[in-house]
């Protein structure tokens, strides 16, 4: 069965800083991936997905995300960090031939002006 | 226009109540789930309808019913209400199932039993 971990409960970061929000995998197959945010009272909105090709995916508000096989990583980084990044962050993984996502515990990312 | 919509946003009962939550969806897409989040705000699925047809079906109590009367709309029928179910649930929808696809999110019901 597939699952996803994200290690980090919170991320504090500078104001125009690099971010990185971590996320490991395990699937039986070849996995997709996705990353979503979620605002305060709000629902999950779509970031970023890697289902095959370039490991360098790029989404929205700036965001990418590297898919590592190897590592069986897929972290969600920024190059500078604005206020409005800070939000919860979820990492998903959908195994091939299943129909269900599974969605890690989430990562509260903290921007300090 | 809202491309998932929950009614209602908030919804306060006392515990042994039956309660519903209706979804519906204009993206034209031909699945839809039922997710819950939990206070430490887990998120985890319990339905998925395809086409109108029942394609996941989690672990979850008898109590939740799911019902679709056409792909445009998934509701969210619960009997009993116990203490532990107070959370927030979310309804989401793809263009198809068992794919690639990226799933849109509802705003959210915040569910409180008392």
């Known amino acids: 069965a597939q699952s996803v971990a994200q290690p980090e409960d919170q991320v504090n970061v500078a104001e125009g800083n690099p971010l990185t929000v971590k996320c490991t995998y395990s699937?039986?197959?070849?996995?997709?991936l996705f990353w979503y945010v979620q605002y305060p009272n709000r629902g999950l909105q779509f970031l970023l997905k890697?289902?095959?090709?370039?490991?360098l995916v790029k989404g929205s508000y700036g965001f990418e995300a590297e898919f590592n096989k190897s590592q069986t990583s897929f972290h969600l980084k920024k190059p500078s960090a604005l206020v409005s990044d800070s939000a919860l962050y979820f990492c998903?993984?959908?195994?091939?031939?299943?129909?269900?996502?599974?969605f890690g515990k989430g990562t509260r990312l903290h921007i300090l002006p | 226009d809202t491309a998932v919509s929950q009614t209602p946003k908030y919804l306060v009962t006392q515990m042994g109540n039956d309660k519903s939550i209706k979804c519906e969806q204009n993206?034209?897409?031909?699945?839809m789930y039922w997710y819950k989040q939990d206070s430490k705000k887990f998120l985890k699925i319990m339905f998925s309808?395809?086409?109108?047809?029942?394609?996941i079906n989690e672990t979850v109590p008898n109590r939740f019913s799911p019902k679709s009367p056409d792909k445009a709309h998934l509701n969210l029928h619960i009997n009993s209400l116990e203490l532990g179910d107070s959370a927030v649930y979310f309804c989401?929808?793809?263009?198809?199932?068992?794919?690639?696809?990226?799933?849109?999110f509802g705003p959210g019901t915040r569910l409180t039993v008392l």
């Open positions: 989401a929808s793809s263009q198809m199932a068992g794919g690639t696809d990226t799933q849109y």
């Open positions: 699937v039986s197959g070849n996995p997709y």
């Open positions: 890697y289902i095959t090709g370039d490991n």
């Open positions: 998903a993984v959908r195994d091939i031939g299943d129909d269900k996502i599974i």
């Open positions: 993206l034209g897409h031909d699945t």
């Open positions: 309808y395809n086409n109108k047809e029942l394609i």
